[in-house]
């Protein structure tokens, strides 16, 4: 019998047009329960997608802080949110549940 080779899946891979990325954010906040650094994987995500390099120069942050700041290790803060949100062209907003 031959070996099955896998490959570690990538969602980035799969985020290719902004309806498709609001909805993954939309559904990671939905799922994150809470989990401040689960949505900051997820922009991460998205993040990858488009291109880190274009995100951070659009967000005024490092290449490298981009990355510290969307690993799902640590928690950014919540200007740094704001920043990265607006360079991947997507909106945060409220509603009632």
């Not at 980035?12 to 990671?28: D, G, N």
């Not at 274009?54 to 949110?81: C, H, M, N, W």
Request: aromatic residues 6%; proline residues 3%; hydrophobic residues 45%.
């Amino acid at each position: 019998m031959p070996k099955t080779v896998t490959s570690r899946y990538d969602v980035a891979e799969h985020l290719r047009t902004p309806e498709e990325m609001a909805a993954y954010l939309e559904a990671s906040i939905e799922e994150a329960n809470g989990d401040a650094a689960f949505i900051a994987k997820a922009l991460g995500d998205i993040a990858r997608a488009k291109g880190m390099s274009q995100v951070a120069r659009d967000a005024g942050l490092s290449r490298e802080s981009l990355y510290k700041a969307l690993s799902g290790e640590r928690v950014p803060s919540f200007d740094t949110i704001l920043k990265i949100v607006s360079a991947l062209g997507l909106k945060l907003h409220a509603e009632v549940r």
